[in-house]
T-cell receptor
């Protein structure tokens, strides 16, 4: 079976601090990764993506790092805000049409 | 907002019944994928439709079926509902033909089977 796992099921950070959410994947053939944010009662919201030919990609306040050697993905959120509180999923794809999701990390931002 | 819409938002059915869920893809997108998300879990891939044909399927039984229409909207049908089918059903649209096939999700349909 597929395995996309997250190291920490919950994470609490102080407002203004940086957050780091980690994800391990098991299939070395995966070539495309996406981080999604899911708020309660809503569908997953695209945050940032990265292809396997890259090690790092930056967006607005977010950075994704990919370490293919150890099959590890991380999402860094700078200056975390209360609106960042949500469940974060990493998803991997090999064929491009089927994504495998982990169980998610719940991020709580403490004001 | 992604522009992906789903209906209905909530639905209650009884075991053994059949259900149809609907999804309209984001403008310009030609591919729809369906996922099942159980409470506290990540979404699980059910199948994908492209050019009105199934284009990949996850580990779901045949009683889960789908359709895609010429306007790229899609339906998910589930027959002989079981209690374990209670979940949030998500559809995601994307544009096939690009190397990077980012999927954008709708708000989901919450299905409760009693």
């Amino acid at each position: 079976g597929e395995s996309v796992g997250l190291h920490l099921p919950t994470l609490s950070v102080q407002e203004g601090d940086n957050s780091i959410i980690n994800c391990a994947y098991s299939n070395s053939a995966s070539d495309y990764f996406i981080w999604y944010k899911q708020e309660s009662g809503k569908g997953p919201q695209f945050i940032i993506d990265i292809r396997s030919n890259m090690d790092k990609r930056q967006g607005q306040r977010v950075t994704v790092l990919l370490n293919k050697t150890v099959k590890h993905l991380s999402l860094q959120i700078a200056a975390t805000q209360p609106g960042d509180s949500a469940v974060y999923f990493c998803a991997e794809s090999r064929t491009g049409n089927q994504f495998y999701f982990g169980t998610g990390t719940s991020l709580t931002v403490i004001p | 907002e992604t522009g992906v819409t789903q209906s209905p938002t909530h639905l209650i059915k009884t075991r053994g019944q059949q259900v149809t869920l609907r999804c309209s893809s984001q403008s310009g997108h030609n591919t729809v994928s369906w996922y099942q998300q159980a409470l506290g879990q990540g979404p699980q891939f059910i199948f994908q439709y492209y050019r009105e044909e199934e284009n990949g399927r996850g580990n779901f039984p045949p009683r889960f079926s789908g359709l895609q229409f010429p306007n790229y909207s899609s339906e998910l049908n589930v027959n002989a509902l079981e209690l374990d089918d209670s979940a949030l059903y998500l559809c995601a649209s994307s544009l096939e033909g690009l190397e990077v096939k980012t999927q954008y999700f709708g708000p989901g349909t919450r299905l409760l089977v009693l």
